[in-house]
């Protein structure tokens, strides 16, 4: 790379990270991101507004670590009271095992710098496609990203056997997304377990739950008020496995993703190295308190949830005629789109005003896939009629 100072050698091969397009104008759609069609929830904004007026924020002093203690205690009893378990009883997080970070983005970064070494040769195992920050991480910090494809005659599932394979005594971090970035599907716990004993002592498994919340059932429009909290998250096993660690986030089912809020639940051994190596104060006075009153909103949560779980139930059935549309647990649906091209069809989307992610720069995707995050129920309305113009 010709630059007027040399950089580090291994920033060459890294792509830079492309967001999801915008569309401008007026009823322009934006499902190109997988964020909240309903926003944050209503108590936050006016937390905020509150806190900015009467100057409690005290925006001149760095955050307190107080406020941290209180979001990490607030945190804990949300993962406790959510979580389902086999017994069907809450679960005990500790809130010193939580650690939060400037998005879980802020969290990657952290968990790759202390695990990440050029100089060892260290490796990372990446089941492809997925979410591209794990890749592009390993790479700045000198490693080796090594790739497994998912198995995309059954729905994206990952070949454990081949997973497990892929490891060695090189291999430090395993990245799993569940529900996965942009496929939609999760893993199941007993390949999580049996990957987790496979490389104990050697290699962290990285469990991503950004999307977690809206893993589940279906759910009819209008049972919002009834909609379960409880998720198939694998936070639980935490308690169990020093190599394990999940990280989750307030950006999707809180509506929170401008605000940089995300967390870690991490292995008792790893707090204090973790504190080490983290950026003190990345996460500012305002994120701490906007999350805490987000949680206290279970409401808004549940509706999220709802408008989520319903759009998605709807899309699946108005898209199955036109193209090949994975299961998905997640806020977005995936498509397949052949024998049309994924620029294409996002080409003519975007005629409409509606801006949807093409995944032909995800590694492993090819150029057929298309991923649309669910709307609003007018949003979604649209792009189905859109699709049908095109499809
Ligand atoms: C799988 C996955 N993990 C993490 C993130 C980023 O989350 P955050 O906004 O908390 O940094 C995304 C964002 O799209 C994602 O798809």
């Keep these: 790379m010709d630059t007027p100072v040399p950089v580090r050698s291994s920033i060459e091969e890294i792509a830079e990270y492309k967001p999801g397009r915008l569309v401008e104008g007026a009823g322009a759609i934006k499902l190109s991101s997988n964020e909240n069609p309903l926003g944050p929830s209503p108590e936050v904004v006016r937390v905020i507004i509150d806190s900015l007026e009467v100057d409690r924020l005290k925006l001149s002093i760095y955050p307190r670590k107080r406020d ?16 389902d378990t086999d017994t069907d009883t809450d679960i005990d997080i500790d809130p010193e095992s939580i650690v939060i970070g400037a998005g879980i983005d802020g969290v990657l970064d952290t968990i790759v710098k202390i695990f990440i070494s050029a100089v060892n040769g260290d490796e990372a195992v990446i089941p492809v496609p997925t979410f591209s920050l794990y890749e592009t991480l390993v790479k700045i910090a000198g490693g080796t990203p ?3 494809t998912r198995r995309r005659d059954a729905d994206f599932d990952i070949p454990l056997t081949k997973l497990i394979a892929a490891c060695n005594e090189k291999t430090r971090l395993i990245f799993i997304a569940s529900p996965n970035n942009p496929t939609g599907n999760c893993i199941a716990e ?22 977690v919340e809206f893993a589940g059932a279906d759910a009819d429009a209008d049972a919002s008020s009834n909609v379960n909290v409880s998720s198939t998250s694998l936070v639980n096993l935490v308690n169990e496995y020093e190599n394990l660690l999940v990280l989750r986030t307030f950006s999707k089912a809180f509506g929170l993703a401008g605000l940089r809020i995300g967390y870690a639940v991490i292995p008792e051994w790893l707090v204090s190295v ?4 983290a950026i003190p104060f990345s996460v500012n006075n305002l994120g701490l308190k906007a999350a805490a009153a987000a949680l206290k909103d279970k409401v808004h949560l549940r509706r999220s949830i709802s408008v989520v779980k319903s759009g998605r139930a709807f899309l699946t059935q108005n898209l199955r005629g036109l193209f090949t549309v994975y299961p998905s647990q997640a806020n977005f649906l995936l498509l397949d789109v052949a024998p ?5 069809v996002c080409d003519a989307l975007e005629e409409y005003g509606i801006a949807v992610r093409d995944c032909s720069s995800f590694r492993g995707a090819g150029d057929s896939l298309v991923r649309i995050s669910v709307g609003t129920r007018e949003q979604n309305a649209k792009v189905v009629a859109a699709l049908k113009g095109i499809g």
């Design 340 to 344: 049309k091209r994924s620029y294409e």
């Design 190 to 211: 007993s390949d999580v377990r049996a990957l987790a004993e496979s490389v104990a002592g050697t290699t962290m498994v990285v469990i991503d739950e950004a999307y």
């Design 146 to 148: 090594r790739y497994i």
């Design 68 to 83: 941290e203690v209180e979001l990490r205690a607030a945190i804990a009893g949300y993962l406790g009271a959510s979580t």
């Design 274 to 277: 973790y504190n080490k190596v």
